[in-house]
């Protein structure tokens, strides 16, 4: 009788062990499938993914492992197997890296909203019109031609001047260049294909322009400078600087020297004034040239902004540096070097000319 009961209680112990592993067991699988069924990344990180013509969601488990959209393969098709799903739609779609399983099974199940035909353009910091034309030209399906044809007319530019607040009738000015000069906004934009509309690539870099002037809104109405003078400013600084801290600088220079009644002497405003590209054609005699542009010859400002600023440049101009520079020198690396006096600025020069460091002559 007592090993009876002795044989009943290890029995009963077995039991209670295997239940108590198979507990642990199901709990490890709950939370390895739970765990594995969230996002890969909790940053955004866009990937194209296509599934094609007869794919099931099942077939799909590979594909999206090794794109990194997905923990595990085993974790994906558990969830399959207990939840309800749409059915799979074929096409290309834009996943992101921070979607749970969840997420992606649902935009898979509704259909594709990439469009193939879509189209990235890239304007870099401190552009001029003549090379958006260009870049207007190599990405879409329009002439440079075609470009100028629309920023230049006049009919149109009164429309967006009184569509943007920052645009003002200054920009009309005979003397400029190119009305939208340094207006339009250096970034990268996505447009529905090559046959967008020039009108619509004008406005939306008008727009990402509205977008970043607006939390400088309240300094730029305050400032003693109008408007077109701060992009003005700001295009000569991003045209001239390498960082912020240069911009910052640069613009406590410009400043100061305007408050002195200085003339600004930029090499930029002169080579834009003489239509060179600075850092590509020589200097030459163009700071000599007389215009209403070039800074070695004009007292104050340009007639307008002599390239693309971006949200760093304009923002140096409403907080420049404290100092007490007057004189700033660019090497052929980009590097600048200030001075408080003409005698160290004049030193500095010298020495990069020696080292043959010196765009000049």
């Excluded at 994906?76 to 890296?97: C, E, H, S, W």
């Excluded at 542009?293 to 007292?299: L, M, Q, R, S």
């Excluded at 007639?303 to 907080?319: F, Y």
């Amino acid at each position: 009788m007592k090993r009876r009961i002795r044989y009943g209680r290890i029995v009963l112990a077995l039991l209670v062990f295997f239940f108590f592993i198979l507990v642990l067991c199901v709990v490890g699988i709950y939370f390895f499938y739970k765990t594995n069924i969230k996002s890969v990344s909790k940053k955004s990180e866009k990937v194209t993914f296509t599934v094609a013509s007869g794919s099931t969601y099942n077939s799909l488990a590979s594909s999206l492992k090794e794109s990194n959209l997905i923990q595990s393969e085993f974790a994906y098709k558990i969830y399959l197997k207990f939840n309800k799903v749409k059915p799979l739609q074929a096409g290309t779609y834009a996943l992101d890296r921070n979607m749970s399983v969840e997420e992606i099974l649902e935009v898979l199940g509704s259909g594709s909203t990439e469009n193939p035909d879509a189209i990235r353009i890239t304007f870099k910091e401190g552009l001029v019109v003549a090379k958006v034309a260009k870049v207007v030209q190599e990405n879409t399906n329009h002439t440079e031609e075609e470009f100028y044809k629309v920023i230049t007319d006049t009919t149109y530019l009164k429309q967006l001047i009184n569509k943007y607040w920052f645009l003002t009738d200054a920009i009309l000015n005979k003397e400029i260049y190119y009305a939208l000069e340094g207006y339009l906004y250096p970034n990268t934009y996505e447009f529905a294909n090559k046959d967008v509309k020039i009108e619509t690539i004008i406005e939306s870099m008008l727009n990402s322009m509205e977008k970043n002037l607006e939390p400088h809104k309240e300094k730029i109405e305050a400032s003693s400078y109008s408007i077109h003078e701060i992009i003005t400013l700001a295009s000569m600084i991003q045209s001239e600087g390498n960082n912020v801290d240069d911009f910052k600088k640069m613009a406590s220079v410009f400043l100061t020297r305007l408050e002195k009644k200085m003339k600004l002497q930029s090499c930029a405003s002169a080579y834009y004034g003489a239509k060179k590209i600075m850092g590509v054609d020589a200097f030459g005699d163009a700071y000599l040239k007389s215009n209403s542009y070039n800074t070695y010859v004009i007292a104050g400002l340009p007639v307008g902004p002599i390239s693309s600023p971006g949200v760093d440049a304009i923002g140096s101009v409403l907080n420049p540096s404290d100092s007490k520079y007057l004189y700033f020198a660019s090497d052929k690396n980009m590097k600048v070097y200030f001075s408080e006096t003409y005698q160290e600025h004049q030193k500095t020069i010298n020495a990069l000319k020696s080292a043959g460091n010196w765009y000049g002559s």
